[in-house]
């Protein structure tokens, strides 16, 4: 079992940048593929970008690729997103997810067995 803890999260100008973290204590954090969703007011939670249990292969929805970063660094248990270029439509509750079956980490957020508690990311001016 993992535990996850988001961080990071706040308000930021249009075209600004932020960067979440998302901590895991528990089993093993090598062992996991991580992935990060998001889900805005009024909106099913939707799969942002994944990255695998070793940070060699990583996947991102069309509407981030080129603007965010998921990345990891298994020696201190932590996940992170890097936002850049961020736009008024990137607002909303971002979460981590862990899954230990997975070797590609899927995009389905009904594979994932652990979440965090959420962080909010509100972009406006």
């Known amino acids: 079992q993992v535990q996850l803890v988001e961080s990071g999260g706040g308000l930021v100008q249009p075209g600004g940048s932020l960067t979440l973290s998302c901590a895991a204590s528990g089993r093993t954090f090598s062992t996991y593929v991580m992935a990060w969703f998001r889900q805005a007011p009024g909106k099913e939670r939707e799969f942002v970008a994944a990255?695998?249990?070793?940070?060699?292969?990583?996947s991102y929805t069309d509407s981030v690729r080129g603007r965010f970063t998921i990345s990891r660094t298994n020696a201190k248990n932590t996940v992170y997103l890097q936002m850049n270029s961020l736009k008024p439509e990137d607002t909303a509750v971002y979460y981590c997810a862990a899954d230990y079956h997975w070797t590609i980490p899927p995009r389905n957020k009904d594979e994932y067995d652990y979440w965090g508690q959420g962080t909010q990311v509100t972009v406006s001016s």
């Open positions: 990255i695998t249990r070793s940070g060699g292969s990583t």
